[in-house]
């Protein structure tokens, strides 16, 4: 199973002013994929990075993108950054299609 996770925030980036919010582009995501791929079963989770995690993991990449000052939504296929601030669906399918 491919697993979609987008990192973001309630508040949208300083940098990203304009764009839609972290939880707009993630459900838009969720939309394209599936439109995308409709017989493929994916795992999609949104994780608000100013939110304390109950997984060590996702605790420290969201302390990374704060940290690193990366731009959210921060977008990633099976742990492998695609995408920051406005993710272009065409690199999102490129990563997808490694794992079909």
């Known amino acids: 199973m491919v697993k979609i ?5 309630k508040v949208i980036c300083a940098s990203c002013v304009g764009m839609p919010s972290s939880i ?5 995501l969720q939309a394209a994929i599936r439109r995308k791929y ?3 079963l994916f795992q999609f989770e949104y994780i608000d990075i100013f939110e304390q995690q109950g997984d ?3 605790q420290l990449f969201a302390q990374r993108v704060v940290d690193e000052e ?3 939504p921060v ?3 099976n742990d492998c950054i695609v995408g920051e601030g406005n993710p272009r669906l ?3 399918y490129e990563e997808i299609e490694k794992y079909l």
């Open 5 to 9: 996770s987008v990192y973001g925030a």
């Open 75 to 77: 977008v990633l296929v």
């Open 56 to 58: 060590h993991r996702k």
């Open 90 to 92: 065409k690199d999102v």
């Open 38 to 40: 409709p017989e493929q």
């Open 24 to 28: 707009e582009t993630f459900e838009w």
């Open 70 to 72: 990366l731009f959210y």
